[in-house]
């Protein structure tokens, strides 16, 4: 003390000894915060005591003009706007059609993309392609990308459409790498599993990967609710932030009529990868449940009254729907037993995958492998068509056990499965829990869409 007054040290420490001795237990947990953390951050600690009363308070009054509203609107003028948005061409597109749906009136621009040559043969007629428009606030074309890969190498094209500061355009073609990246994605059903894929913008190719996966489990074609959801996690390659290609499915889960289905990706070194339950039971089936990535199924296994024959008699097989053309894939592996023509049936390819097991693909617009060809699942093997006896288009599927046909329905049923080693079992798991942190992160972001 100096003249009857408190140093403020020796303030700090009157303060600090009247907090000890009436609050022990919270300034004992305050220091061994303050020891505990000293090492990773700053702390701002609170004064122990109340601020003095005699703090001056003043209270500021200013007057403020606003601008006139007509002088901000001319602000406002001053500046532009660009507008820009995607979409995907289809291939009934006109010019007028593409640039209407990408929010673009311009006479100018859709004149010069009528005379360009790789608009016109890459972009036109094509569907699917990823286009990008930049337009101003007036709706006249600023700038075009479309998008396309044409070749398994990696990469991409751009065709870049532009508008030069003389009020002309210019066109370039960029070569870019495309981009590895892993997509998530979640969807509802609400009126069919297709529907709910556009409506989430879920590529075919990983639906038909979903349906592969779940199909010994699941009955895509008659057992599906409104209300059933799924959640997907899966590899894309991207060119300017879209999707130009999907991959495989690494892990994805399926609740159907309240019972939840998970799978997920995983190859031991050395072996050949497969699906997995998230606990590790493995989903490999010797078959996949349909010979066509999208099919609708027109005549089941049963009795039918024959459309040609005009009588009542057994039908073998599955008929699937589709247009001419439509790739038509091999269940199984398997080697081709006879591929050509045959009677009634038309162009036709048997595949013998074992000593009891065949499945038939008949109709066929187009054959594409060869007597004694071994064939892997999935792979291509000819094309819907109407030859033989039909009255349209369509693929007859059959499948036979020991020369008996059996209904196809019940083929993905067959197990292949091949249990996980003890070696690989922490690796498996390490997996299996990222997994499910990704699947949990593909239903919250629904969610958060929702909201």
Do not use: C
């Amino acid at each position: 003390m100096k003249n009857g007054l408190l140093t403020a040290g020796e303030k700090f420490l009157s303060r600090a000894a009247h907090a000890l001795e009436h609050h022990p237990k919270h300034v004992t947990a305050l220091i061994a915060a303050l020891l505990l953390g000293g090492g990773g951050g700053a702390f701002a600690v609170a004064s122990l005591a109340p601020e003095p009363p005699d703090v001056p308070v003043r209270e500021v009054l200013e007057a403020v003009n606003p601008m006139p509203l007509q002088a901000q609107l001319d602000a406002l003028d001053v500046h532009s706007f660009n507008l820009f948005r995607t979409d995907s061409t289809r291939a009934s597109d006109t010019v007028e059609a593409l640039l209407g749906r990408l929010g673009v009136n311009d006479p100018q621009a859709a004149a010069y993309l009528r005379t360009e040559p790789t608009f016109r043969t890459q972009v036109l007629g094509r569907a699917g392609r990823g286009v990008t428009a930049e337009a101003t606030a007036d709706q006249s074309l600023d700038k075009l990308s479309i998008r396309w890969s044409p070749a398994d190498d990696g990469s991409f094209k751009r065709l870049v459409i532009e508008r030069q500061p003389q009020g002309q355009f210019i066109s370039r073609i960029e070569t870019a790498p495309l981009v590895p990246a892993t997509r998530m994605a979640s969807a509802t059903i609400r009126t069919s599993l297709s529907a709910a894929a556009d409506e989430s913008r879920i590529p075919d190719s990983v639906i038909t990967q979903v349906i592969d996966i779940f199909s010994g489990d699941i009955d895509f074609h008659h057992s599906l609710h409104a209300g059933d959801r799924f959640n997907v996690v899966y590899e894309a390659l991207e060119a300017d932030g879209e999707a130009m290609r999907t991959g495989r499915i690494l892990s994805v889960e399926f609740v159907n009529k309240g019972k939840l289905h998970q799978a997920m990706w995983f190859q031991e070194p050395g072996a050949k990868g497969a699906y997995y339950t998230l606990d590790g039971k493995s989903l490999q089936s010797s078959y996949l449940a349909s010979p066509m990535e999208f099919s609708r199924v027109t005549s089941s296994f049963a009795m039918r009254f024959h459309p040609i024959l005009h009588k009542w008699r057994a039908h073998l097989g599955t008929d699937y729907g589709a247009v001419t053309g439509t790739p038509v894939r091999t269940v199984g592996d398997g080697v081709v037993e006879f591929a050509g023509e045959q009677n009634g049936f038309g162009n036709v390819v048997i595949v013998k995958h074992n000593n009891t097991d065949q499945t038939l693909y008949a109709h066929l617009s187009r054959i594409d492998v060869r007597p004694g060809q071994g064939v892997t699942q999935g792979q291509k093997i000819g094309a819907v068509g109407a030859t033989g006896w039909a009255t349209g288009p369509h693929l007859h599927f059959e499948f036979r056990v020991n020369g008996v046909h059996q209904d196809p329905k019940h083929i993905a049923r067959h197990s292949d499965a091949q249990p996980l080693t003890a070696q690989a079992r922490p690796q498996f798991d390490r997996l299996a829990r990222s997994m499910r942190m990704q699947l949990a992160a593909a239903s919250a972001a629904v969610v958060a869409r929702a909201d």
